[in-house]
């Protein structure tokens, strides 16, 4: 194996896209080895500071890939807010 063909893993810090996949902080994926960009570091060197601090999932905006999972009898139910 040469070294070009030799990845490494790494974290994301910040949002970013890469290979035509939209990546969040936090998530690991793989790259050659020698590629650098500011929004993700190599997985050892990444500290739990680096990593933004995660929102109340009930605060934030939800996709309608995720309605399935709160299995919501209506659109309109899962999207209002419950006070």
Do not use: C, H
């Amino acid at each position: 194996m040469t070294d070009s063909a030799k990845t490494i893993r790494v974290k994301a810090i910040a949002q970013g896209f890469r290979n035509g996949y939209l990546r969040y902080p936090g998530d690991e994926f793989p790259v050659k080895a020698g590629t650098t960009s500011k929004w993700f570091k190599p997985v050892a060197e990444v500290q739990p500071s680096d990593l933004p601090e995660i929102d109340d999932p009930s605060t934030t905006p939800m996709a309608l890939s995720q309605l399935k999972q709160k299995q919501a009898s209506s659109f309109t139910k899962a999207m209002t807010p419950k006070k």
